[in-house]
């Protein structure tokens, strides 16, 4: 405790003793700060330092380089040197050779300071010299030395780059969606690192082996074999990685490794995996430990283990809920049909927090200009887009969940959604509960309890706008669908009122103009909701129709097009785009658009039976055979396709096989007796007459009044020597007087007015329904008679020979003739029957627009 006391005292008297040098200024006299500046001292003359033999013998000589005697005097650092200040004057200390030092005074005489060596003055350089403070007569710096990468060292620097390149490519190319490019880039990393370890063990530098290049290279390999579904290789690399005890926290791929189980549905083992990794996994990083046992809780659903499931998220809910693990845990409740567990799961799910803000913060106000351009930036920015996507999805899961439990909770599927109703009226979720709503409606709809949707919908006319637009348009569309086209287009009003760029309520508009026949108007309400909307595909649809109803068939096929490149396999659009290059006489191209058709529904008869037809327009027979057989092969009940068989048969010379398609037609209209008549017509031809005979009387006993039957059996009757001819020829007589009479008394009744609607009837033309097109087709001008030739081939006709007269042979043609022709599916001859696919209604004639896709016509 004495010592210190004592060092205290020492220093003390030390400063006192250099204080003894210290010259103080007196107060009273004024010191001028620039004294002594003017002032010259001869000393500092460096012009006469070469004559000073002194100066330049210590130049020469290590005598002037010696440090100078700063020990001289014991105590402090400074008790060689007298202590000054600023305005007081200075106590010279001599150099080796007696020179005073820069800054002191020298015979009264004060010098300001300098710094000689940084003016450019150097005591080496001789009188004359260029004044080069900054060294640039000396040249240019010598070159670079250039690095010997022959060394170990360099090549493992090099060979650890190349590693990491490779790597960090492999990922690049796994981004792209290159996956078989990334694989390779893995492998040859895993290559150069092997190249990389031996080399290593060659320079004996094996102990600072980089284990975390290591580690990289291991781990992307197995996950390009993932990606590439190797799953084998990419466990085998894993369990390289586990095994290894220098790896640190390795035990955590064991997850990788358990979902490559789940994806061979190895459930077991997945299951063994997850829980060795949640073994290895701390309880300081609990979100991976919630991740895992979501997933274990998922493996358990597929294993149909829903106890096991439930346990695993019910811990998961009450440690860190979330939106998926409570719509899972909902859907095991409805599994094991626990009602009380599904209501109270539906509460917890509601009163999940998303974690976002509110929307009221994106509102900007009206007196901050400053805040309103910060709101308008961050309006859009990424974060606000991830807030909205998990809200969305939230949404999303929970009116699943409410239709999923609501016709199971409760007694009624009513009154299940209306206790889901009551719970989100209470939770944040408020606005889902009209949403709810229509949705009940539309469950109504699946029940074909159309009133009471109609009813649920029209709670809604007195809400806000936003609803009442949802719930009009859904009215406007089930009216429309029931054909009361005044009530479709009132409540499509009503939903325009409510929300003028509801895409949905302008093309429930457009399809009741469309109905009226305005098709202009249609026109324009489908391009406003094309304008609000550029991905309402429904409308470019209609648009497409409304344009080939008013015969701008250019302006159509641009519709179609366009509408194709959104919807690549609509068998629709395609079909349309074939019929519009018909009928702008493409036929190339209309038949190229239906064999893309026949791609995408390869079985179905009628467009198969399309493409015949224009082949056979083209004159290509054996093309045309070969749809059409495929289309009766699909579909053996089209009475076109059969004629046509039958008829190609014939004019082949094949008639025994015509007889099969003329006696299922016989199945199919039993009523026409013109398919008898073929069949008759076939035995005759091929020389059965047994067989022809039998069939006409057959058709004689059907038919009595039949002309024609009766003229063939009297023929027959003849050549083959029969008695019956007589009685046959007396029948037709008495049937040929009475058809004879009835003309008679059906042209002396007939006036001029019903000659010219039968004129008028006669010359119209009636085409079926074409099954892709959504509105009935106007009629066709073709041109030319189904009966006659067309331009680039003629087609199949079959004529049936009428009784000849006595003396001329038996083949002999007269003018009477049975036209057997085949004829065009779309033509007036016949009506094509119901097929067994479903053929469009009135109401498929327009792609509805509705909200949501529960409407959209099936």
């Known amino acids: 405790m004495i010592t210190p006391w004592i060092g205290a005292q020492k220093t003390i008297i030390r400063t006192f003793r250099n204080m003894e040098n210290v010259h103080l200024v007196p107060e009273e006299e004024e010191d001028d700060l620039y004294t002594g500046y003017n002032d010259y001292n001869p000393t500092f003359d460096g012009e006469d330092l070469h004559n000073d033999e002194g100066f330049q013998q210590a130049v020469r000589t290590s005598h002037g380089r010696r440090p100078p005697m700063t020990a001289k005097y014991p105590g402090t650092a400074i008790g060689g040197r007298p202590i000054g200040t600023a305005y007081g004057s200075r106590i010279p200390v001599g150099t080796a050779m007696g020179r005073p030092m820069t800054g002191a005074v020298q015979d009264g005489a004060a010098r300001p300071m300098t710094a000689v060596r940084a003016a450019g003055y150097s005591s080496s350089i001789a009188r004359g010299s260029v004044f080069d403070p900054l060294g640039q007569a000396k040249g240019p710096a010598p070159p670079l030395e250039t690095r010997n990468e022959d060394t170990p060292e360099e090549k493992i620097k090099i060979l650890e780059k190349k590693v990491n390149d490779l790597i960090e490519e492999s990922c690049l190319a796994h981004a792209r969606g290159d996956l078989q490019l990334s694989l390779e880039k893995a492998k040859e990393a895993g290559r150069k690192e092997r190249a990389l370890v031996r080399q290593r063990e ?15 290279v291991l781990f992307n390999l197995a996950n390009q074999y993932a990606n590439n579904d190797m799953y084998t290789e990419a466990l085998n690399t894993y369990q390289v990685i586990v095994k290894n005890k220098m790896f640190s926290n390795a035990g955590r791929l064991k997850v990788n490794m358990a979902n490559i189980y789940f994806k061979q549905k190895n459930y077991t083992k997945a299951i063994k995996f997850y829980r060795m990794a949640l073994d290895q996994i701390s309880n300081a990083h609990n979100a991976m430990r919630i991740k895992i046992m979501q997933n274990i809780g998922v493996v358990f ?22 939106i998926k693990t409570g719509f899972n845990l909902i859907l095991c409740y409805y599994a094991i049909g626990d009602r009380e567990r599904m209501k109270k799961a539906f509460q917890k799910l509601i009163c999940v927090p998303l974690g976002i803000d509110d929307d009221d913060k994106y509102i900007p106000p009206n007196d901050d200009p400053h805040a309103n351009m910060v709101i308008e930036a961050i309006k859009n920015d990424k974060l606000h887009q991830m807030e909205r996507e998990r809200k969305a999805l939230a949404e999303k899961y929970i009116m699943t969940s409410a239709k999923l439990i609501a016709p199971a909770i409760e007694s009624s599927f009513a009154a299940g959604f209306d206790w889901c109703v009551d719970m989100v ?81 302008l093309v429930n508009k457009g399809n009741t103009e469309f109905v009226k026949e305005d098709y202009e108007k249609a026109a324009e309400f489908y391009k406003e909701a094309l304008h609000n909307d550029s991905s309402c595909t429904e409308a470019l649809y209609n648009l497409g129709l409304t344009y080939k109803r008013l015969g701008r068939l250019e302006e159509a096929l641009d519709c179609f097009l366009k509408l194709h490149a959104i919807l690549r396999n609509s068998a629709q659009v395609m079909y349309q785009l074939a019929n519009l290059y018909e009928m702008l006489e493409d036929p190339h191209q209309a038949i190229e658009w239906l064999m893309q058709l026949t791609s995408v529904t390869p079985t179905d008869a009628q467009v198969l039976a399309k493409l015949g037809d224009l082949y056979d327009n083209e004159g290509d027979k054996s093309q045309a055979f070969q749809y059409y057989y495929e289309s009766y092969r699909y579909f053996p009940s089209n009475i076109s396709v059969i004629e046509w068989l039958g008829a190609y048969y014939i004019d082949t010379q094949f008639c025994e096989k015509a007889i099969q398609y003329f006696e299922r037609a016989t199945l199919i209209q039993p009523t026409q007796v013109k398919w008898q008549l073929m069949v008759a017509s076939c035995y005759r031809r091929s020389g059965n007459y047994q067989k022809a005979l039998e069939t006409y009387k057959d058709i004689h006993r059907k038919f ?18 029969l008695k019956e001819v007589q009685d046959y020829a007396t029948k037709l007589k008495k049937v040929e007087k009475m058809k004879e009479i009835r003309e008679q008394r059906v042209r002396s009744g007939r ?16 085409r079926s329904e074409a099954k892709y097109s959504p509105v009935l087709e106007q009629g066709r001008d073709s041109g030319q008679s189904n009966h006659g030739t067309s331009a680039k081939g003629e087609r199949l006709s079959v004529k049936l020979k009428t009784l000849p007269g006595s003396n001329e042979p038996y083949e002999a043609s007269t003018q009477q003739e049975i036209d057997a022709s085949y004829v065009d599916p779309l033509g007036p001859q016949m009506q094509r029957p119901k097929t067994a696919a479903r053929k469009r209604t009135e109401e498929d004639e327009f792609a509805d627009e509705e909200l949501g896709d529960d409407l959209l016509p099936e």
């Open 202 to 216: 060659q320079t004996g530098t094996a102990d600072h082996i980089n284990l975390d290049l290591t580690y990289s």
């Open 301 to 322: 659903i597929h294993m149909g283990q829903y106890s096991d499931a439930i346990t695993s998220f019910e811990y998961i809910m009450s440690e860190s809920p979330n």
């Open 425 to 505: 009226k209470g939770s944040q979720y408020v606005e889902l509960a009209n949403d709810l709503e229509i949705n009940k409606a539309i469950t109504y709809l699946r029940q074909r309890d159309f009133k009471q949707a109609v009813e649920t919908l029209k709670m809604f006319e007195k809400k806000d706008s936003r609803v009442k637009s949802a719930a009009a348009t859904n009215l406007s569309f089930l009216y429309f669908l029931e054909k009361d086209y005044d009530q479709a287009d009132r409540y499509a009003e009503l939903a325009m009122s409510a929300d003028r760029y509801n895409p949905a309520a």
């Open 704 to 721: 009595p009044e039949n002309v024609e039957c009766l003229r063939f059996l009297v023929r027959l009757c003849t050549d083959m020597g």
């Open 751 to 766: 006036d001029s007015s019903a000659r010219g609607r039968r004129e008028g009837s006669a010359g119209s033309v009636s």
